[in-house]
């Protein structure tokens, strides 16, 4: 059944899926779920509601229609609107949302339903556990659009996958298939797509049951080798923002973009 306050949300469906199990579906299925201002918005505030929500054992997070997120929408990225003071406030943001995942109390599992790239991958990568369809394209994107690897990157994809490996996929900007990104260790499981919402129902119910309080200590301490690893985050945050202003950037850009 739908869920009631205090999740206000014009872009993130949420049920209660099962006993101490909330489902939020990014829900901007027309643009493959790419976050506008409102919906980046949204999932800056979500961490610290899923903490507050006293219902809530363990949440799911999954995208409507074929997609799960493909990062940010072009639309409002090359925008008008888009200039200094709002990349500086999308950068304050961007941080909010993965230092909240990090520090959140419950267990989040993603259901990586179809494509992900840039902040939707960041979410589905950040949550404790990931299960990825397959047969979807993955991919940080960053330097096929002329920026630094911002957003999560350098964050987690070391430690997920190895040195080695995110050098490979986010120096060239390829995209992965989520039968790859399991092989290679940046998903937990990668399953057929029929499968992805309810395997990740099956680990958040598991989740829900077990002690809520072990859980969280369990989460605090594995996550302690991501707070070791923000200064680097917030370098590489702040090198995409540089590289949004550099002259040569716009050749990167989508045709449907540039002026």
Not at 5 to 16: E, K, Q
Not at 110 to 132: K, Y
Request: aromatic letters at 6%; glycine letters at 8%; hydrophobic letters at 45%.
């Amino acid at each position: 059944m739908t869920a009631a306050a205090p999740y206000d949300f014009a872009h993130i469906a949420v049920a209660r899926a099962a006993p101490g199990v909330v489902l939020f579906t990014l829900n901007r299925p027309e643009r493959m779920n790419a976050t506008n201002d409102a919906l980046h918005s949204e999932l800056a505030r979500l961490p610290a509601l899923i903490d507050a929500d006293p219902e809530a054992r363990a949440a799911v997070v999954t995208g409507a229609g074929r997609a799960f997120c493909v990062g940010g929408d072009w639309s409002d990225i090359a925008g008008e609107g888009n200039d200094y003071a709002n990349k500086v406030r999308m950068m304050r943001e961007t941080s909010q949302i993965l230092t909240g995942l990090i520090e959140m109390r419950k267990p989040l599992v993603s259901a990586i339903n179809g494509p992900a790239a840039g902040i939707g991958l960041a979410l589905g990568l950040l949550a404790d556990i990931s299960v990825a369809n397959e047969e979807a394209n993955l991919s940080d994107g960053h330097l096929r659009i002329g920026l630094a690897a911002g957003d999560h990157a350098a964050l987690v994809w070391p430690l997920l996958c190895s040195m080695a490996k995110a050098k490979r996929y986010l120096l060239t900007g390829d995209k992965l298939t989520g039968r790859e990104a399991e092989r290679i260790g940046l998903v937990s499981d990668a399953v057929p797509p029929a499968e992805v919402l309810p395997l990740a129902l099956r680990y958040a119910a598991t989740l829900a049951e077990r002690a809520p309080l072990a859980v969280e200590l369990s989460k605090r301490a594995l996550n302690h080798w991501l707070r070791g690893a923000l200064p680097i985050f917030e370098a590489s945050l702040g090198y995409e923002m540089v590289t949004a202003f550099d002259p040569g950037q716009a050749a990167h850009m989508p045709p449907q973009s540039r002026g």
